[in-house]
């Protein structure tokens, strides 16, 4: 596989966990139109260190940020450890819907609300299953996946073959 979707590693961590199935993007700084887009039904979870912090997520998930700093990868290095497919999409346009989804993330309400309403009120939603690598696949950081970007194209594949898929929370739907 080598399409990466960038996501705060602990939002990572969380997926991993099976304590969040929900993917949230409003979109990147550098994406077409500061719009966020479905571009891929798989790909690979590429975890970034920037922006997140305790305030960023319910205080039951603050726990993660020490987990993933003890895992942090070298200066230069990507370590991929999952992937996703994308099970289901859907886009809000009332701040009002965003609560039917709060068991789904482990953001906090404020970090949803934020992105929710920059620029334009509306979220992209991806409810995804996700899959753990059989061992941990590292590579090194290209300039060319640096920026305010959603989606990467990897200059290599990585592999995927065997990997087990992580206990899926409930759907959009229910």
Known sequence: MRIAFKEWAVICRALAKGRQSLIVRKGGITETGGSFQVNYDQFLLMPTFLHQSEKSLVPESQDLLAEIMADAPPVGTITFRHFVKVIDTLTLYSAHDLAQFRRLHVWSDAVIEERFHRRRDE???????????????NIPFHDSYAGCKSWVELADDVPTVGAVAVDLLPSLST
Not at 123 to 137: D, E, G, R, T, Y
Request: charged residues 0%; neutral net charge.
């Open 123 to 137: 979220i992209q939603l991806m409810h995804v299953q996700v899959f753990a690598l059989p061992q941990p696949v």
